[in-house]
C-alpha cells in the first residue's frame, strides 16, 4: 500500500496524534493519517501523499487481521507465553503494539509473543492486553485477559499489635513461614515486622524500608506514605541461606520482604503500587539494590546508600560471615537453579542479565573514607563481568545518580556536609522530575559534568587493607587513599517534566533541562558545588535513554527520528530501548520529540 509520512508529519507538530481505539476488535482509521492529511507539508516524504481522494478506487486497503486468544492464564513461578497471528489482507506490513500488560511481562513484536513469569505475589489478578495492530492507515485492535493463577499462597502476615498516633497507625505484625518463605525443615517460624500505616485513604506512595546489620525495623511514620519495615535478624544480607534438601540458596528473606508488601498492596487500598520505592543503607543498601533489580516490576525507585554492589567483592570478614550463610564463592550454590547465589545478586550482572533490572531508577552513595564498605564497593570490577558497578550502570544505561564523598559508613563529608549534592530531590514525591511503575522516564548517561570516581586504585597517600581499602580518616579532608575526585557525582542535575511526557505508538516527547537552582560553590578546590547549583556551564551533553516506555515501543533496528530545539538526527534502536547520544541540554525546558521514521 502507500507508504505514509505518519513519522515526518508529527515531527515537524501538525497535532496531535492519538493511539488508536482501544475498544476490543474495532477497526479504526488512526487520528495520525488525519494529521497527516491536514497538513501535508512533509520534508523529504512529500511525494508519499496521504489524502485518500488521490487513492486509486481499485486498491481499497483493508485492515490487518488479527486472531487472538481470548485469554491465557498464567501459573504462578512458571515461564507462560502467548503467540498469534497477525495478517494483512493486503499483504501490507504489519505493525503490533501491545499496552496494559502485568508488570514483568514483555512483548516481542518480531516473534509476536507475550512472554510473562508471574511470581508468587501476582496470582489471583488479573489484566486486559490491549493489542493494536496498523498497516500504517488502519489500525484493528481487540484484547487478551490474563489471569493468574494463584499457585504459592504462603501464611498471610498477622497483625500483632496496633498503635494509633493520630494521623498514623504503627502496626506489628508476624510473618508466620512454610516451606516457600523459608526452608522445609525451619518452616513455621515467626518474623517480627513494622508496617505504619496512614489514617486516611488518599492514595500515597509506600517505601519499604531495610535496615542495616544486626539491625531492626524502623518504627517511625507518616501520613504521607505507607512504611514497611521487615527484619532480616539472621543478616542473610536480604537474600535467603542454605537450603539442604535443594543444596542451593533459595531468596527466602527477599520473598519474605514481597510478600509483606503484597499484603500491604492487597490490604489497603491507598497504598499505590505505581509508587513503591526501596530504601536501605549498608546491608539494607545492598538489599534494596538487589531487590529493586532483580524484582524491578514492583518498584518504582530504589535508594541504596553505602551498600556494596558486588557480594564477592566484600572485605574477608563479611566473605567469612555471608559463606557460613550461602556457601563460598567458590562452592556457587545455586539461587535460581542455574547461577551461583554470588553471581545473581552481582548486580554488575544483574543490571544486564535480568531484563526488567533496566526498567529501574538506582540512587546510591558512598564513603571514600568508608572503612566498612569501603569504595571498592562501587569502583573495583566484578570478578564475574569484569566492570565495576559505576561502569555497569553506564553501560547498560540503567537509570542511576550516584554520588561519592569522603564520608565514612554513614558519616558526612567533612568539608561539604550531608546531602550536599541536591536541595532534597526526591523522585518519589517531587512535582516535577517524578517516578512511577508507569510512567516512562529518561536514563541518562555520559553526561558531561560527570565527575571522576577514579578506577579503584591507590593515591599513594594509603596503604591497601583488605578490610578498608584505602579509606583515611573521616574527619580529615582530602586524605583519602582513592584516586579520582574526592567527592562528585555522575548523573547529577539532570531533570524531566514527567508531566509532559507523551507516550504513543507513533510519538514520544519528554521535556529536559539542566537544573541549576540554589546552591554554594565549592568549598575548596577540587570539589563539587552544593545544593541544586549546577557544577559546570550549559549546555550539558547527555546520553539519554528511554525506559518504561509504555506505547512507543521500537524493534531492534528501527530508525528513530529525534529532535531537541535545533538540534535533530536519526537514531537505530537496539533491542532494549532506544538512546539518543549526545543531548545538549540547557537551563531551559526542551521537549526531546521521538518519531519512527518511517512505517514500516
Ligand atoms: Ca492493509
Ligand atoms: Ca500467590
Ligand atoms: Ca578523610
Redesign the pocket.
Known amino acids: 500500500m502507500r507508504p505514509l509520512s505518519i513519522a515526518l508529519a508529527a515531527l515537524i507538530g501538525c497535532g496531535d496524534v492519538k493511539e488508536p481505539s482501544d475498544s476490543a476488535g474495532s477497526v479504526d482509521s488512526t487520528d495520525s493519517t488525519d494529521s497527516a492529511d491536514s497538513d501535508g507539508e512533509t520534508d523529504e516524504g512529500a511525494d508519499s501523499s496521504t489524502d485518500e481522494s488521490t487513492g486509486d478506487d481499485t486498491s481499497v486497503n483493508h485492515p490487518p487481521e488479527l486472531d487472538l486468544p481470548e485469554s491465557g492464564s498464567p501459573r504462578e513461578d512458571r515461564p507462560f507465553s502467548i503467540d498469534f497471528e497477525v495478517s494483512d489482507p493486503d499483504g501490507d506490513f504489519t505493525r503490533v503494539w501491545v499496552t496494559g500488560l502485568p508488570p514483568g511481562a514483555t512483548w516481542d513484536e518480531p516473534s509476536r509473543t507475550i512472554r510473562f513469569g508471574a511470581d508468587f505475589t501476582q496470582g489471583g489478578r488479573s489484566w486486559t492486553v490491549q493489542v493494536s495492530a496498523s498497516d500504517g492507515e488502519l489500525t484493528t485492535t481487540g484484547s487478551i485477559l490474563l489471569e493468574v493463577q494463584d499457585a504459592v499462597t504462603p501464611p498471610a502476615p498477622v497483625v500483632v499489635s496496633s498503635e494509633d498516633f493520630g494521623a498514623w497507625t504503627r502496626l506489628t505484625l508476624e510473618q508466620t513461614t512454610d516451606a516457600f518463605l523459608d526452608s522445609a525443615e525451619r518452616a513455621g517460624r515467626t518474623f517480627r515486622a513494622v508496617v505504619t500505616v496512614p489514617n486516611h485513604s488518599h492514595s500515597v506512595p509506600v517505601k519499604v524500608a531495610l535496615h542495616g546489620y544486626d539491625g531492626v525495623a524502623d518504627e517511625s511514620g507518616w501520613e504521607g506514605e505507607y512504611r514497611i519495615n521487615p527484619e532480616d535478624p539472621e543478616n542473610t544480607y536480604w537474600w535467603g541461606y542454605y537450603n539442604p534438601a535443594g543444596h542451593d540458596v533459595p531468596p527466602y528473606t527477599q520473598r519474605r520482604v514481597l510478600h509483606l508488601l503484597d499484603w500491604v498492596l492487597r490490604t489497603y487500598p491507598g497504598a499505590d503500587p505505581e509508587r513503591v520505592y526501596l530504601s536501605g543503607a549498608s546491608m539494607g543498601g545492598a538489599g534494596a539494590a538487589t531487590l529493586g533489580l532483580v524484582h524491578a516490576r514492583h518498584f518504582a525507585w530504589v535508594e541504596s546508600t553505602i551498600g556494596q554492589m558486588i557480594p564477592a567483592n566484600h572485605r574477608p570478614s563479611r566473605l567469612e560471615q555471608l559463606s557460613g550463610i550461602w556457601g563460598t564463592p567458590a562452592e556457587g550454590l545455586p539461587a535460581d537453579g542455574v547461577r551461583s547465589v554470588w553471581d545473581y545478586q552481582d548486580l554488575t550482572w544483574v543490571i544486564g542479565g535480568v531484563d526488567e533490572a533496566r526498567d529501574q531508577f538506582v540512587f546510591t552513595k558512598h564513603g ?2 568508608d572503612p566498612t564498605i569501603h569504595f571498592g564497593a562501587v569502583v573495583h570490577p566484578s570478578p564475574l563481568t569484569g566492570m565495576s558497578w559505576y561502569e555497569a550502570a553506564q553501560d547498560e544505561r540503567l537509570g542511576h545518580y550516584a554520588v561519592w564523598d ?1 564520608g565514612g559508613h554513614g558519616s558526612e563529608d ?1 568539608l561539604l556536609g550531608g546531602e550536599w549534592w541536591h536541595a532534597g530531590w526526591n523522585p518519589i514525591y517531587d512535582d516535577t522530575a517524578w517516578l512511577r511503575r508507569d510512567r516512562a522516564f529518561p536514563a541518562f548517561s555520559a553526561s558531561s559534568v560527570d565527575d571522576d570516581p577514579g578506577d579503584g586504585t591507590g593515591n599513594g597517600r594509603v596503604s591497601w587493607s583488605d578490610e578498608s581499602g584505602y579509606a ?9 587513599g582513592w584516586t579520582g575526585d574526592i567527592a562528585g557525582a555522575i548523573g547529577r542535575s539532570l531533570r524531566w517534566d514527567s508531566g509532559g511526557v507523551v507516550d504513543t505508538f507513533e510519538r514520544f516527547e519528554i521535556p529536559l533541562k539542566v537544573l541549576d537552582g540554589e546552591g554554594g560553590e565549592p568549598p575548596a578546590a577540587g570539589y563539587p558545588t552544593t545544593g541544586d547549583k549546577l557544577d559546570g556551564a550549559p549546555p550539558v551533553t547527555v546520553d539519554v535513554t528511554l525506559r518504561r516506555v509504555q506505547a512507543f515501543r521500537c524493534m531492534s533496528g528501527e530508525r528513530i527520528l529525534w529532535q531537541l530545539g535545533d538540534a535533530s538526527g536519526t537514531i537505530v534502536a537496539v533491542l532494549d530501548g532506544v538512546t539518543v547520544p549526545a543531548l545538549p541540554l540547557t537551563t531551559d525546558w526542551q521537549t526531546l520529540t521521538l518519531t519512527r521514521e518511517s512505517f514500516p
Open positions: 571514600k573514607d569522603e567533612p583515611a580518616d573521616v574527619a580529615t579532608p582530602g586524605d583519602t
